[in-house]
């Protein structure tokens, strides 16, 4: 494939690194310096794009990478009130679009998981639930991405949690993500159900962001020739 990375800062050299190893050309490098180049006349030299970037800049990028019609893979966090947007214009354009707050199989597994645990645990309102998220201190957005996609996957199946907060909660129907920012830091996630009785807790840790980078390429391997809506569940096979 020829891809277009648009954010070429730490994530996005090392997912450049993993391209390059799975055999793929990078033939547009997009940061800060040249934001000029996101045009349609550059951005068609790529098959596919992987946007990288941070809140501020995810949303104009990907309606920008869609109005080009270039399949995209977007994993900045912080935008989410916008990705409904992004959606529809992918569907109006005929274009393809996959959207994920963690592009790292382990942690896509982890989903899975926390998903099923919450199913179970529905059943027993003896056991109260909270998250916690620990970053580099170079993370803009708090929660991160994926502890927000935990907290609504809890919410789902345990319809007493109303609503996520980023501080500890202060009654019955708030699910409390707690979120940490030390060096150094990929991102560790916590889910803990605790009781009088016992705790039952599931831990995510990264030692790196090369999973992260791995996912998002095989992301674009996934949609580069394909139209509609994906999800990394799609990638997985899960």
């Known amino acids: 494939m020829k891809i277009a990375l648009v954010g070429y800062g730490k994530m996005g050299r090392i997912i450049e690194q993993v391209a390059l ?21 550059k951005l068609n030299a790529a098959d596919v794009a992987i946007e990288f970037t941070g809140p501020h800049s995810a949303y104009t990028n990907v309606m920008t990478l869609l109005h080009a019609g270039i399949p995209t893979i977007c ?8 990705l409904a947007e992004a959606e529809a214009l992918c569907r109006q354009k005929g274009g393809s679009l996959l959207y994920a707050s963690n592009f790292s199989v382990g942690v896509n597994i982890f989903f899975e998981i926390n998903k099923r645990l919450a199913k179970l645990m529905a059943a027993h309102p003896e056991y109260d639930v909270t998250l916690r998220e620990i ?15 935990l907290a609504e996957q809890v919410m789902e199946a ?56 791995l996912g998002a390429v095989l992301a674009a391997e996934h949609i580069h020739d394909k139209k509609g809506i994906f999800h990394m569940h799609d990638v997985l096979g899960s």
């Open 21 to 41: 190893q799975r055999g793929h050309q990078i033939v547009l490098r997009i940061d800060l310096e040249n934001v000029a180049d996101m045009v349609p006349e």
């Open 75 to 82: 994993g900045s966090t912080g935008w989410l009130e916008h």
């Open 135 to 149: 970053h580099h201190t170079q993370k803009k957005d708090a929660p991160s991405g994926t502890g927000i996609t």
């Open 158 to 213: 345990i319809t007493g949690k109303t609503h996520w907060v980023n501080r500890p909660a202060s009654s019955a129907g708030e699910l409390e993500i707690l979120s940490e920012r030390v060096d150094p830091a990929p991102g560790t996630h916590h889910v803990r159900y605790h009781s009088e009785i016992d705790d039952i807790e599931i831990i995510h840790t990264a030692h790196s962001r090369n999973g992260f980078a």
